[in-house]
């Protein structure tokens, strides 16, 4: 399984801002365990971001969005699609695969 992470800020850059090093942090945890496999900013900036996350089920997704720095302040949540892959390119075969 993999999962669509769609972060949305609930207020301004500002309310954010004294979060982003936490939330850094965060990202860079998961994505050093494999978890996260991409992950940025949403264009236009301002609004949020995604992350591409695998190998976890539907529940830990959900532990793990609720860990980061933002949604614990309060000015960030996130929206979760799981997506069940069912066709993958052969370049990314082993990554989703591994999933």
Do not use: N
């Not at 979060?19 to 990202?27: D, K, N, P, R, T």
């Not at 949604?71 to 390119?89: L, M």
Request: net charge negative.
């Amino acid at each position: 399984m993999l999962h669509l992470l769609i972060l949305r800020y609930l207020g301004t850059e500002a309310d954010v801002e004294p979060h982003v090093a936490g939330h850094v942090e965060y990202l860079e945890r998961h994505h050093a365990a494999g978890t996260f496999i991409a992950s940025g900013q949403t264009v236009p900036s301002g609004q949020g971001g995604a992350i591409l996350a695998r190998g976890v089920d539907r529940a830990a997704v959900l532990s793990i969005t609720a860990e980061d720095p933002f949604v614990r302040a309060g000015v960030a949540e996130y929206s979760i699609t799981t997506i069940d892959v069912g066709r993958v390119h052969p370049g990314l075969a082993g990554l989703v695969r591994a999933a």
